[in-house]
């Protein structure tokens, strides 16, 4: 079993917008507005990932629905807002069931633990017998009854 990564496929402005469907001018004007930011080479050429090339086919398909690009901007950010929101109910799941288990572990070793510990016998509790003296010693002892 490989443990390599599979290449990462990286495309210049204008592959990146042929695969969007879309002007490398606009592809300028929504890394301007801030809803895009390509990586950049050393000698400052723009790089676009497959994510990337995604996001833009996003964009594209939110402008065709009618939203300008304050719209595409607020979507984008509830859609971004709403995916931390999931990936944390996943995580707040896992981490509960995690403590679920401890508990269940922890309860049964408790009551394991305690048989092994302390018999109760008939009549009695399993702390204290119900006729144990309350004071001892010389001075009035005392018994409970």
Known sequence: MS???????????????????MHPQTLRVYERRGLIRPQRTPR???VYSEADVALLRRIQELSEEG???AGIER??????R??????RIRDLRAELAQR???HARELAEARAA???????VKGE????????PVVTGRRGMREVH
Do not use: C, W, Y
């Open 3 to 21: 443990t390599r990564r599979p290449p990462r496929r990286e495309f210049l402005i204008g592959i990146a917008a042929e695969l969007a469907g």
């Open 44 to 46: 400052n050429t723009r």
């Open 67 to 69: 939203l300008n690009l």
């Open 75 to 80: 979507v984008l950010k509830l859609e971004q």
């Open 82 to 87: 709403l995916e931390r929101a999931e990936r």
């Open 100 to 102: 679920m288990e401890d």
């Open 114 to 120: 305690r048989g092994q510990i302390v018999l109760a």
């Open 125 to 132: 509790t399993a702390l204290v017998s119900r006729h144990a």
